[in-house]
């Protein structure tokens, strides 16, 4: 019997967090906005953002500094010094792939699935990841909000952009989305994705995950090959 798990042919991938581990950047680089914009370290204003900034890890950057600045010249003020200071840590060095990852990816590939690779971070920043880890020519597309209209997670845009512009699924349900986010999880359960993987590399634990519609939670991405080819090995039993 074919099952949702053993007919993927698409997989989604978030990056940081997910398949890159940057160690805590995200928050580096939102001090560096923050001060851009005049917050002062130290004060409840900086510690209220700094909170939503992690509550919505996944979501697109110059949606969570239009919700944290309001004003659209200052969200962009504090978007563009956030993704200079990000792409200065990257260029120093402090990004490097989870563990697994990029193996993961190419047996991904080499079973005949096509994977895409997903981030919230304008495509500037997922350009300088990319080419800092060698990933440029790893996967045949990657992605970010822009690139879908603008809209980036929780919204489902991405994963859709993926599964128009690969041809690699005949319907939605043979899209796998992971990721290490709630946000990552909504945008692949309002995809309609056959399966939905968070992981415990990144910014959220299990709870937050399967609360957001996780239906599988492994250690790390590196664990997504084996959930696929199990199910397929099952299913021709």
């Known amino acids: 019997m074919v099952t949702e798990l053993n007919d993927i042919r698409l997989v989604v991938l978030d990056m940081a967090g ?8 995200v928050e580096r680089a939102f001090a560096a906005a923050a001060a ?16 939503h900034v992690r509550a919505t890890m996944g979501e697109s950057k110059i949606s969570v ?19 200079k200071a ?3 840590l990257v260029d120093e060095g402090h990004i ?10 190419e047996e991904l590939q080499g079973g005949g699935r096509t994977v895409v690779l997903t981030t ?43 599964f128009l512009r690969t041809g690699a699924a005949e ?32 910014a959220h ?6 609360g957001a519609g996780a239906g599988h939670v492994l250690g790390s991405v590196a664990e997504l090959p084996a959930l696929l080819a199990d199910a397929a090995v099952g299913a021709g039993r």
């Open 18 to 25: 997910t398949t890159v581990a940057d160690g805590g950047l």
């Open 36 to 51: 851009e914009l005049g917050v002062e370290p130290g004060s409840a204003d900086h510690a209220a953002k700094l909170d």
């Open 65 to 83: 500094f239009r919700h944290l600045f309001g004003e659209e010249s200052l969200a962009r003020r504090a978007n563009a010094a956030f993704e």
């Open 86 to 88: 990000y792409g200065e």
């Open 96 to 105: 490097a792939p989870v563990a697994g990852a990029r193996e993961a990816i």
């Open 120 to 162: 919230g971070f304008a495509r500037v920043t997922q350009d300088a990841i990319l080419g800092a880890l060698g990933w440029t020519d790893l996967v045949p597309l990657t992605l970010c909000p822009a690139d879908a209209g603008g809209r980036g997670r929780p919204y489902p845009d991405m994963v859709l952009e993926a």
């Open 171 to 202: 319907g939605v349900r043979q899209i796998a989305v992971a990721g290490d986010t709630s946000y990552d999880m909504l945008s692949g359960v309002r995809a309609g994705a056959g399966v939905v993987a968070g992981v415990l590399t990144g």
């Open 205 to 210: 634990r299990e709870e937050a995950l399967r």
